[in-house]
């Protein structure tokens, strides 16, 4: 076998008779030794999108926040840091409203009523 496709640099253009023991420990060694991924823009996008939609902000007012906090039109533009500061920033932009709802369940009755 020869390894000629691999980002192990150590593996890079090895022949190697029959992959064995030998193998496996290189290949796991390298593969622990890595740095864990990064964040990617899609991940980064849905994640401030799950965050805009459970806090009730509007698309428009996000893309508003952003575009006047970091000058970028999407949250994928934001390195992992600024997103989770984007969050937050969202979640203090958004204000509690004046009134609350309590629901109260009992069998096959459930009673909405603002407090």
């Known amino acids: 076998m020869t390894v000629s496709k691999t980002r192990c640099p150590r593996l890079n253009g090895k022949q190697i008779s029959y992959p064995g023991e030998d ?6 060694t390298w593969l622990r030794t890595g740095t864990p991924p990064q964040e990617t823009g899609m991940q980064k996008g849905l994640r401030v999108k799950r965050e805009r939609e459970g806090l009730g902000m509007s698309l428009e007012d996000a893309k ?4 006047q906090t970091y000058g970028v039109q999407s949250p ?15 979640q203090a932009q958004v204000q509690p409203s004046s ?17």
């Open 23 to 28: 193998f496996a420990v290189e290949v796991l």
């Open 64 to 67: 508003a926040l952003l575009f």
């Open 76 to 90: 994928t533009e934001l390195s992992s840091e600024q997103c989770d500061a984007f969050i937050a920033l969202m």
């Open 99 to 115: 009134s609350s709802a309590l629901i109260v369940a009992e069998p096959n009755v459930i009673d909405v009523s603002v407090v």
